[in-house]
């Protein structure tokens, strides 16, 4: 007679199974995030440092779970195993209370004569997964957040910095003397507490330069400027066209060769049609009107180029990957051949598997990566057991 319970406990083991081997990927991932490096690097303060502070515990959480997870699914199998399996020992350990989460010491005069002198909070093994998960999301928030704070507002207060430097160079004043305090105390913040910086900031230190500049400059060396800034803008339409050419054959080259989320692609509107906008106020004599949208049109040129780029990378270092992964598999065949082993009963459906990955279309790359490093593993662990005899 089937015994339900062992069943439901079977079927949760293989669900552990599953999630511990995902968490180990993401975990690592995370662990790699290069925004998760930084902050992990940074003095942070303010409000980034009490959300790291409870991200980083919650990342410890999840490397102690993971950890604990993986010793209780080595013993659940190892019970599973047996001879004669104890089905009620089995039950308890993967479904019941089995995971202790802390132990406390009751204090003496908080004691009954016959009561425990420590207590521990116990937890099922589900119970840690849905813990985790709940971490996991904790520390994924922070990071992502940070980072595109980062993203976001560094080109932003670079552009303000080189406006305001542009500015000293052709005069100084009040104007400037608080445009520079308030950029000052905003790349600090930016730097140390990403999550407690102020958009908004940025936009009173472009007001601010411009305010200047429109008292210092005058209207020939203002037009004098912006007309050189709208020969830069047509160099740069120039560089986006290069750019949206080399992105637009990246592409073409991975379509069909990887699955359609995988392949970078960037929507980009023409910026021809603003800047003719500009030069139409240019030839009509409006130098006031074009330095905002000139400058807004610079930052948006500048963000199209790169994404551009961006894209046209990634979808290159898609096929280099798959050529780098194809050119490991033939050198490990080629070893396992020299080895003796090209007919492996263990090892053959391992490389065939890895190389039905690696050359079918669309290819999944986690996937194959996955199954060049299984067949990887195994050959060595292969040639070692073989050595050892």
């Known amino acids: 007679m089937i015994d339900p319970a062992l069943t439901r406990a079977d079927i949760e083991l293989e669900r552990l199974e599953s999630a511990v081997a995902a968490m180990a990927a993401n975990l690592v991932e995370l662990d790699e995030n290069p925004d998760r490096k930084e902050l992990g690097a940074t003095r942070l303060t303010g409000q980034t440092a009490i959300a790291w502070a409870d991200a980083e515990d919650a990342l410890a959480q999840l490397w102690q779970g993971h950890r604990r997870l993986g010793e209780l699914i080595a013993e659940a199998r190892a019970l599973r195993g047996a001879r004669r399996v104890d089905a009620a020992a089995f039950t308890r350990l993967v479904l019941g209370g089995s995971i202790t989460l802390s132990t406390s010491t009751v204090p003496l005069a908080q004691r009954g004569l016959t009561g425990a002198g420590q207590v521990s909070t116990v937890c099922s093994p589900g119970d840690l997964l849905a813990a985790m998960e709940a971490a996991f999301g904790t520390a994924v928030d922070v990071v992502s957040r940070a980072g595109d704070r980062w993203r976001r507002l560094l080109p932003g207060a670079a552009d303000a910095a080189a406006a305001l430097a542009h500015a000293r160079a052709l005069g100084s004043g009040p104007l400037l003397d608080d445009a520079d305090r308030l950029l000052g105390a905003f790349t600090g913040t ?35 400027w912006l007309e050189q800034r709208l020969r830069d803008a047509r160099t740069l339409t120039a560089e986006i066209g290069t750019a949206q050419r080399a992105a637009d054959a990246a592409r073409q080259l991975a379509a069909g060769r990887f699955p359609g989320p995988a392949i970078a692609s960037v929507r980009v509107t023409d910026p021809k049609t603003e800047l003719a ?39 290159t270092a898609l096929l280099a990957e798959r050529a780098e992964l194809r050119g490991r598999l033939d050198a490990y065949r080629a070893k396992a051949l020299r080895r003796g082993l090209g007919e492996d009963a263990v090892l053959t459906p391992l490389a065939e598997a890895a190389r039905a990955a690696l050359y079918e279309a669309p290819c999944d790359l986690s996937t194959a990566r996955a199954a060049v490093g299984a067949y990887q593993e195994a050959l060595s662990t292969t040639i070692a057991a073989r050595d050892a005899r």
């Open 277 to 315: 906008a500009i030069e139409a106020l240019a030839a009509a004599g409006q130098w006031a009107l074009i330095a905002p949208r000139l400058a807004r049109w610079n930052r948006q040129a500048n963000e199209r180029l790169a994404a551009l780029r961006a894209a046209a990378a990634h979808n």
């Open 190 to 224: 930016l730097a140390s507490d990403p999550l407690s910086a102020d958009p908004s900031i940025l936009a009173r230190v472009r007001d601010l330069i411009t305010r200047a500049d429109a008292e210092r400059t005058s209207a020939t060396e203002l037009r004098a």
